[in-house]
Structures are given as C-alpha cells and as structure tokens.
C-alpha cells in the first residue's frame, strides 16, 4: 500500500496518495501550473540563495542567480527526467549560472599546484578548525578573524573548487549527487575537494603563522 503525503497548494492541504508531495509538484508544474511551480521552488529557495551567495560572494549577485535559476529551472522542467533529484538538477543549473557570472566578471583565480594528500582509505583528507568557544574577548575576536580567513580563501578558490566543497561540506550532497550534479566521475568531486581543503588549510595556516599577503 502506496503512503500519502500532504502538500499545501492553492492555499490548503491536499493529501496525495501513491506518489511523493514534490513527486507530485514536479509532475503538475510539468504541466505548467505555475502554483505547483512556486511551491517547488519555495521549497529549495533558501538552500539555493546560501550556496549561491558563498559561490559567488555577493549577495545581490546571488538573487540575481537565483531569479535566473528560476527561469532556466521552469524552461527546463518539462524535460527533467527524474533521474537525479530534483534538488541535484536545482543545483546543476545554479553551479552552471556561476560558473558563467564568473567567467563574465573576468575574474582570474590562481590555484595552488600540489599532491593531493589521502587518508588510509584512499578518502580525501579533513580539514577542521577548532572552536575556541570561550568568553574572552580577544580569542573571540580571532575566532571571527579565522572565520573570515576561511571564507576569503573559500572565495579564492576557483569555481569548480569551490562548488564541490560548497555542495559537501555545506548542503550536504553526497560524492554521488555531486557527481550527478556537476556531470563529473565520482573520483573527480574527492579530487576536486580534496584540493579545496588543502588549499583552504594552507592560507589558514600562513594565517596563524602571521604572514601576510
């Protein structure tokens, strides 16, 4: 026997039997009802807009991007094809869109050459930092420098870098839908993020050394 779930559509709760709540939204806004169209979209809205804002840095940009995810999002739905979720198409479209804003802004990012570096496992190494969480004033105010230390050398990286951390470390994506996503070998995304996090660890190293630019 088949779940149900409810969705809120025209203003009140409809229980949908057999299929998915957003299963159902993607299948209506197919058929271009708009109304099924914006809930879907409310639903990814503000995963979309954070990832968006910390690829490019910009939060104006970002809802600029955001707008333009929506329209190619509605233009293409008709032809989404379910194999990869919805989430992961959202998030195709919205990394393709800022690869291109940065290709048009001209902005040159210089990448650091080096070996990747594996654990035992063959997975790509973590980066941590730790949380000095104490009340003192001035650890405080370095704990906030260290983060901004972080995000600059997150926006230093190049956009295909930066999109994969982005998509693990942040929204969460598996190696799988990441692949999915971004249309590359699951060994590309450890690869790719492999050489983020060590990029991110050096400038946070030379940080705390006290060198500077």
């Known amino acids: 026997m088949m779940g149900c779930d409810t969705v809120s559509y025209g203003g009140r709760g409809i229980v949908v ?3 998915s709540a957003e299963a159902w939204l993607i299948q209506r806004a197919q058929a271009r009802d708009e109304a099924a169209f914006e809930q879907l979209m409310r639903l990814h809205a503000d995963k979309l807009y954070n990832y968006l804002v910390r690829m490019v840095g910009n939060p104006t940009d970002a809802e600029d991007l955001l707008q333009e995810v929506f329209l190619r999002a ?3 739905l008709p032809s989404f094809d379910g194999r990869a979720s919805l989430s992961t198409w959202l998030y195709r479209i919205a990394t393709n869109l800022c690869i291109d804003h940065q290709r048009r802004r001209a902005r040159r990012v210089t990448t650091v050459s080096y070996s990747a570096q594996e654990d035992d496992e063959g997975e790509p190494t973590e980066w941590e930092f730790a949380d000095p969480n104490a ?4 650890e405080a105010l370095m704990h906030k420098e260290l983060q901004q230390v972080v995000e600059q050398a997150i926006q230093s990286l190049s956009p295909k870098l930066r999109a994969v951390l982005l998509l693990y470390d942040v929204e969460g994506l598996s190696y799988e839908e990441i692949a999915q996503a971004l249309r590359i070998p699951m060994g590309t995304v450890k690869s790719r993020l492999n050489h983020a996090r060590t990029q991110i ?3 946070v190293e030379a940080y705390l050394r006290g060198e500077t630019k």
């Open 135 to 138: 009340p003192d004033p001035l």
């Open 201 to 203: 660890q050096r400038q």
């Open 17 to 19: 039997e057999s299929i």
């Open 74 to 76: 509605y233009q293409g």
